[in-house]
């Protein structure tokens, strides 16, 4: 029995797209499913869009992704040989000939049989002419069958195909000698084994003559599956400028990738009513019979819940490690990783949703001077404030061992002390002028893993900001 073989093929224009990357995910995890193989094939024969800096984001997001592939990263561009060898043989066997009709001439035949009410393919003009490789400028085309039909069951969608005579002899070999998409493509797939081609819905009209080359090439056509299109909400197509589409977008949002994988095997795909995949889930579930035909929307209420999911899940060490670039591009200096840090990762699972939103309120902890958000120092840091927190100053400089349990009735007694005051009236102040912001986690845990030093000093610092601006 042939072993399963499916490849990812991005053209390398820019960043990795989403949709993209779910095609590359749902590849990757069928191979997995089926024991076959995952390969990555670079299709860069468009040289004035192709960039080795694009081919490397491509790549970046795979790796993000950890989506392991088995061959490659194979470059279409240095099959160019390879490609000419089988054009030549089209051409020897008469399967394909050369037409010298120019794009003019055409585009005038072309509007012609449309003002008289006709549906324009290729006429044939060339076609019994037979003009040798001494013709000058010309392209070459596939000699299609006028009749009958290049179908095929599709994995996704069931029966579906093209008539024959709805395509004509298309072109195969542009007038530069270099090869059109369909012809290399199909030769790529064929020579690799690729023996299940899964894609997006917008290659659709691209098979029926893709099967027709490998019809030409007396070669077995894969298996193919179109997949449906992700879409912004209400339907609408997605946005380059509207809408975040790219993969290191959401990296650099510090959404985790196991939080991303999940988003994107769920827009189109389901098993059941389960809503959380691991890598090893999707690698053991997956397939095709259970992937939806219309097109699937990109919910990113979704993604969040996801995310904030596996922030909750993650292991400590592993969290604060993968938070440290985050928090170090917002403090703009090295942090290291430290028991207290990671106190407080424990304590800030529950209400992030990206390693970017822990960071922004992490960033307390490890900041060398801390700024009071103004909105927040204009409500809470006023005068009537001052002996409050003097009065908490004193008793917190005094306390130990430094820990929330000694901290809270700290509190209380303070409270008491100062007629009897609701927390908020404490609290608040004391979150300001130790985190530089109305919100944080519990204050009692919070002050715990700041440690006595920066706590009692920053509660200073607050009564000196409130008596001298």
Same mark, same amino acid.
């Given at each position: 029995?042939?072993?399963?073989?499916?490849?990812? %093929?991005?053209?390398?224009?820019?960043?990795?797209?989403?949709?993209?990357?779910?095609?590359?995910?749902?590849?990757?995890?069928?191979?997995?499913?089926?024991?076959?193989?995952?390969?990555?094939?670079?299709?860069?024969?468009?040289?004035?869009? @192709?960039?080795?800096?694009?081919?490397?984001?491509?790549?970046?997001? !795979?790796?993000?992704?950890?989506?392991?592939?088995?061959?490659?990263?194979?470059?279409?561009?240095?099959?160019?040989?390879?490609?000419?060898?089988?054009?030549?043989?089209?051409? &020897?066997?008469?399967?394909?000939?050369?037409?010298?009709? @120019?794009?003019?001439?055409?585009?005038?035949?072309?509007?012609?049989?449309?003002?008289?009410?006709?549906?324009? &393919?290729?006429?044939?003009?060339?076609?019994? &002419?037979?003009?040798?490789?001494?013709?000058?400028?010309?392209?070459?085309?596939?000699?299609?069958?006028?009749?009958?039909?290049?179908?095929?069951?599709?994995?996704?969608?069931?029966?579906?195909?093209?008539?024959?005579?709805?395509?004509?002899?298309?072109?195969?070999?542009?007038?530069?000698?270099?090869?059109?998409?369909? !012809?290399?493509?199909?030769?790529?797939?064929?020579?690799?084994?690729?023996?299940?081609?899964?894609?997006?819905?917008?290659?659709?009209?691209?098979?029926?003559?893709?099967?027709?080359?490998?019809?030409?090439?007396?070669?077995?056509?894969?298996?193919?599956?179109?997949?449906?299109?992700?879409?912004?909400?209400?339907?609408?197509?997605?946005?380059?400028?509207?809408?975040?589409?790219?993969?290191?977008?959401?990296?650099?949002?510090?959404?985790?990738?196991?939080? #991303?994988?999940?988003?994107?095997?769920?827009?189109?795909? /389901?098993?059941?009513?389960?809503?959380?995949? @691991?890598?090893?889930?999707?690698?053991? !579930?997956?397939?095709?019979?259970?992937?939806?035909? /219309?097109?699937?929307?990109?919910?990113?209420?979704?993604?969040?819940?996801? /995310?904030?999911?596996?922030?909750?899940?993650?292991?400590?060490?592993?969290?604060?490690?993968?938070?440290?670039?985050?928090?170090?591009?917002?403090?703009?200096?090295?942090?290291?990783?430290?028991?207290?840090?990671?106190?407080?990762?424990?304590?800030?699972?529950?209400?992030?949703?990206?390693?970017?939103? #822990?960071?922004?309120?992490?960033?307390?902890?490890?900041?060398?001077?801390?700024?009071?958000?103004?909105?927040?120092?204009?409500?809470?840091?006023?005068?009537?404030?001052?002996?409050?927190?003097?009065?908490?100053?004193?008793?917190?400089?005094? !306390?130990?061992?430094?820990? %929330?349990?000694?901290?809270?009735?700290?509190?209380?007694?303070?409270?008491?002390?100062?007629?009897?005051?609701?927390?908020?009236?404490? %609290?608040?102040?004391?979150?300001?002028?130790?985190?530089? /912001?109305?919100?944080?986690?519990?204050?009692?845990?919070?002050?715990?893993?700041?440690?006595?030093?920066?706590?009692?000093?920053?509660?200073?610092?607050?009564?000196?900001?409130?008596?001298?601006?």
């Amino acid at each position: 029995m042939t072993a399963l073989r499916t490849r990812f %093929a991005p053209s390398p224009t820019g960043f990795l797209h989403i949709g993209g990357a779910r095609t590359a995910l749902f590849n990757w995890a069928f191979a997995r499913r089926h024991g076959g193989a995952f390969v990555l094939r670079i299709e860069d024969t468009d040289r004035e869009r @192709s960039t080795r800096e694009a081919e490397q984001a491509v790549i970046e997001g !795979l790796e993000w992704l950890e989506l392991d592939w088995d061959e490659g990263p194979h470059r279409q561009s240095e099959r160019a040989e390879r490609h000419a060898e089988v054009v030549d043989k089209l051409l &020897t066997e008469d399967r394909a000939y050369r037409c010298v009709c @120019s794009r003019d001439e055409l585009e005038e035949r072309k509007q012609a049989t449309i003002a008289a009410g006709g549906k324009w &393919t290729y006429d044939g003009r060339c076609r019994d &002419t037979a003009p040798g490789p001494d013709a000058g400028p010309h392209t070459v085309r596939l000699r299609l069958p006028p009749e009958g039909r290049l179908g095929w069951d599709d994995g996704v969608f069931g029966p579906s195909g093209q008539d024959a005579s709805e395509i004509g002899d298309a072109i195969i070999r542009r007038s530069d000698g270099q090869p059109l998409f369909h !012809l290399a493509v199909t030769v790529d797939d064929l020579d690799m084994g690729i023996n299940h081609v899964i894609r997006g819905a917008d290659h659709v009209n691209n098979t029926p003559l893709q099967i027709a080359i490998y019809r030409a090439l007396d070669a077995e056509p894969p298996r193919f599956a179109h997949v449906p299109l992700i879409v912004a909400a209400g339907g609408k197509k997605l946005s380059k400028r509207l809408d975040a589409v790219s993969v290191q977008h959401y990296r650099d949002q510090g959404y985790l990738p196991d939080a #991303m994988r999940n988003w994107l095997v769920r827009i189109g795909w /389901s098993h059941g009513d389960r809503e959380l995949f @691991s890598r090893d889930d999707i690698a053991g !579930l997956f397939d095709l019979d259970t992937v939806h035909r /219309s097109s699937a929307q990109a919910d990113p209420d979704k993604l969040a819940w996801l /995310s904030q999911h596996y922030l909750k899940e993650m292991p400590r060490e592993e969290l604060v490690g993968a938070l440290l670039p985050f928090l170090e591009q917002r403090v703009h200096h090295p942090v290291t990783a430290t028991p207290e840090l990671g106190g407080l990762v424990d304590l800030l699972r529950e209400r992030s949703k990206t390693l970017e939103e #822990m960071a922004e309120r992490a960033a307390f902890l490890v900041v060398e001077n801390l700024a009071y958000d103004e909105k927040a120092a204009g409500k809470h840091l006023k005068p009537a404030a001052e002996p409050i927190l003097e009065d908490l100053h004193d008793r917190l400089a005094a !306390l130990e061992p430094w820990n %929330a349990a000694g901290i809270e009735p700290i509190f209380e007694a303070v409270r008491e002390a100062q007629g009897g005051i609701g927390m908020g009236k404490l %609290a608040q102040p004391v979150r300001v002028a130790v985190t530089g /912001s109305s919100a944080s986690p519990g204050i009692f845990e919070t002050l715990e893993v700041l440690g006595k030093q920066k706590s009692v000093s920053r509660i200073a610092e607050a009564i000196h900001f409130i008596r001298h601006g």
